[in-house]
T-cell receptor, first 117, second 109 residues
Framework: GAGVSQSPSNKVTEKGKDVELRCDPISGHTALYWYRQSLGQGLEFLIYFQGNSAPDKSGLPSDRFSAERTGGSVSTLTIQRTQQEDSAVYLC???????????????FGPGTRLLVL | GQNIDQPTEMTATEGAIVQINCTYQTSGFNGLFWYQQHAGEAPTFLSYNVLDGLEEKGRFSSFLSRSKGYSYLLLKELQMKDSASYLCAAMDSNYQLIWGAGTKLIIKP
């Protein structure tokens, strides 16, 4: 596809359940980012993948959050034992190759709106 | 620490000009980005500055002063569709984006 895609677009779950969110980056983009955005708030960085390097997990809020990126392409963000405060929009972005002018531009997917009841 | 400051909300009139300011403090600097985000949608890229000066792109212009840690986004001939949040983000020495909380721009007829 032409852009970053994410699924599902909306997810409603019960407190304590696990959820998986998927991101398909733009083909050829080596960098992939996950962010979280609560209503009316700015972007909160979660995790960053770059090529085959170890991911930067410094933004993950707790050990209930984890992410994988298989084959340098598709990524899955998993939230275990969801809590109500996890309710937010989860945004995925990809970029061509950080470290080069204009190639750092991040292109965002439409997001997954997660509601934990 | 690393920090981005921008106003929380601004109001302007259709057809007018508005300037949204952003100040930043980062560990190293590899450029300043502006994104537009309509309510309920993902951010979309507007501009990137890494050198001092003004970059003009149609009705939108972005300015950077590296020595002052300062940028602004200038929107001319405002249209109702420009009502959105405008996010400022600075890239640090590790090529990580440090995001501001966004400025909600309200356009009135």
């Amino acid at each position: 596809g032409a852009g970053v895609s994410q699924s599902p677009s909306n997810k409603v779950t019960e407190k304590g359940k696990d959820v998986e969110l998927r991101c398909d980056p733009i083909s050829g983009h080596t960098a992939l980012y996950w962010y979280r955005q609560s209503l009316g708030q700015g972007l909160e960085f979660l995790i960053y993948f770059q090529g085959n390097s170890a991911p930067d997990k410094s933004g993950l809020p707790s050990d209930r959050f984890s992410a994988e990126r298989t084959g340098g392409s598709v990524s899955t963000l998993t939230i275990q034992r969801t809590q109500q405060e996890d309710s937010a929009v989860y945004l995925c972005a990809s970029s061509l190759e950080p470290g080069h002018t204009y190639q750092e531009t991040q292109y965002f997917g439409p997001g997954t709106r997660l509601l934990v009841l | 620490g690393q920090n981005i400051d921008q106003p929380t909300e601004m109001t302007a009139t259709e057809g007018a000009i508005v300037q949204i300011n952003c100040t930043y403090q980062t560990s190293g600097f590899n450029g300043l980005f502006w994104y537009q985000q309509h309510a309920g949608e993902a951010p979309t890229f507007l501009s990137y500055n890494v050198l001092d000066g003004l970059e003009e792109k149609g009705r939108f212009s972005s300015f950077l002063s590296r020595s002052k840690g300062y940028s602004y986004l200038l929107l001319k001939e405002l249209q109702m569709k420009d009502s959105a949040s405008y996010l400022c983000a600075a890239m640090d020495s590790n090529y990580q984006l440090i995001w501001g909380a966004g400025t909600k721009l309200i356009i009135k007829p």
